[in-house]
């Protein structure tokens, strides 16, 4: 660190307001200009986090653990547990601001930036209240740059945060075997109170077959010339043969549940299987869509394709699944700082 390095952090911006909208958990410090680009600065507070990392002590390393199964069980650190954990965007009195980036930063003592920050926020008029004599390793500071071209900062401070869909999250052993090509009856899946989900079936996806089918079409033979397209061929199917090899094929579970819960599935002998690396198979993940159909229980049906699992069709007659992961979308209702 050098005293330029500091002399460039002071001050960053052309105009700074503090606000000051206190609260035990959560504050708005301030709204700051840079050129044309304004951010709302939030601090909050979670009381019990250092805590949390005492009490979770030390964890082998992810590369030690020796199965699938424990490295999707593996927890790497505590993550704080705060009010808002993202806004997709701010009200600043009666005008509505989309969030365009914004940054997440714990504050540390040995972190001189962000200390810094503080100091500037402090300096130029912010009263911490409550937070004042809190440790420092319990705050986390955020920006949110607001989208728009300002040439000053927005007069009001009336400050209304509209803060992204939350997604919980419940990874879950699991005892469920369907069979591939025959009818399967619906298996309820609750691991969340007041949520069901039910398997349906279980098929088989080619990515091979879809890959002819993608470059073949007109919409992309349109954007390519054949050089161009024959270089992406080569490039994916280098790809493809690392996760499925020519002849094999991937499960895809049908499952129906509501819009808002998405769930996926392992497989119990690749869940006791020693890891290994398969980055290239997750390409295949965005390729599937699921269907846009109701189930016997009026609820849309989904489809995932275990893209770590690639399977010959003409052997493999069912599967069973040892895990399960339940991602369920929480929106979250609009927060008004006074």
Not at 207 to 220: A, G
Not at 229 to 252: I, K, N, T, W
Request: aromatic share 10%; net charge negative.
């Amino acid at each position: 660190m050098t005293l330029a390095q500091i002399c460039e952090n002071l001050h960053p911006w052309d105009e700074c307001r503090i606000i000051n909208k206190e609260a035990t958990e959560l504050s708005a410090i301030a709204l700051t200009r840079c050129g044309n680009a304004a951010a709302l600065w939030l601090i909050q507070h979670d009381s019990s986090y250092l805590e949390r990392v005492e009490e979770t002590g030390e964890r082998g390393s992810y590369a030690s653990l020796a199965t699938n199964r424990d490295r999707l069980l593996y927890q790497p650190g505590v993550s704080p547990h705060l009010l808002v954990d993202g806004l997709s965007a701010v009200q600043v009195g009666e005008t509505k601001y989309r969030i365009t980036g914004s940054s997440e930063i714990p504050v540390r003592s040995e972190d001189w930036e962000t200390v810094l920050r503080l100091s500037d926020f402090l300096r130029a008029g912010w009263i911490p209240g409550a937070l004042l004599h809190t440790n420092i390793e319990t705050l986390f500071l955020s920006k949110y740059d607001l989208q728009g071209d300002f040439v000053t900062l927005p007069p009001d401070d009336t400050i209304i945060l509209m803060p992204q869909d939350k997604f919980d999250e419940v990874k879950f052993s699991c005892d469920y075997t369907l069979l591939f090509d025959m009818e399967n009856g619906p298996q309820p899946i609750s691991p969340v109170d007041g949520k069901t989900a039910w398997l349906i079936r279980v098929e088989w996806f080619d990515p091979w077959k879809h890959l002819e089918d993608t470059l073949s079409h007109p919409k992309i033979t349109k954007q390519f010339t054949p050089k161009e397209l024959e270089q992406h061929r080569s490039r994916l199917e280098e790809e493809y043969a690392d996760f499925c090899p020519h002849g094999m094929a991937l499960p895809v579970v049908i499952y129906e549940a509501d819009q808002d819960v998405s769930l996926y599935f392992y497989e119990r002998s690749w869940l006791n299987a020693p890891p290994k690396s398969n980055s290239s198979a997750f390409a295949v993940m965005g390729l599937f869509k699921g269907e846009n159909r109701i189930g016997p229980h009026g609820l849309p049906l989904h489809g995932v394709a275990l893209s770590e699992l690639a399977l010959n069709p003409r052997e493999t007659k069912q599967l069973s699944f040892g895990m399960a992961k339940w991602t369920c979308r929480r929106p979250q209702p609009a927060l008004q700082l006074h």
